[in-house]
């Protein structure tokens, strides 16, 4: 087992890279060839199917720039200026020994402190 920390340009390019899109054969009426479509869920969402059996989705993280109030009435915390956000979308990736990591080896960064561990790692 190996842990990735994946870094995307955006949530959209970590799910085709991430996920296999789940295909079905249909029959074009015109014609007794099949054709490959997008299967689709009883809502009418395609089905994309993990590549990874242990994934964990971060999204975007944000810098520890938040700038803290004091609400005057109750004593609480308030946000004055809420942190900024850092680049990319972030995943998680614990390899398992047999999963093919070719495609997902480009987005893995360097981390000194993740801020999400797998367990034992």
């Keep these: 087992m190996k842990a990735y920390y994946l870094k995307?340009?955006?949530?959209?390019?970590?799910?085709?890279?991430?996920?296999?899109?789940?295909?079905?054969?249909?029959f074009d009426e015109e014609s007794t060839d099949s054709v490959e479509v997008p299967y689709l869920d009883e809502d009418g969402n395609?089905?994309?199917?993990p590549n990874f059996k242990n994934m964990s989705t971060i999204?975007?993280?944000?810098?520890?720039?938040?700038?803290?109030g004091e609400d005057d009435e109750d004593g609480m915390?308030?946000?004055?200026t809420p942190a900024t956000a850092k680049e990319g979308w972030h995943v998680n990736v614990l390899a398992l020994d047999?999963?093919?990591v070719s495609n997902i080896e480009e987005y893995s960064i360097n981390v000194e402190t993740p801020s999400r561990v797998w367990g034992g790692q």
Aim: net charge negative.
């Design 77 to 80: 915390p308030t946000v004055v």
């Design 98 to 100: 047999g999963e093919d």
């Design 8 to 26: 995307f340009a955006s949530e959209q390019e970590a799910t085709s890279v991430l996920f296999t899109q789940e295909m079905t054969q249909e």
């Design 46 to 49: 395609e089905v994309f199917i």
């Design 59 to 68: 999204g975007t993280m944000y810098n520890d720039d938040a700038v803290m």
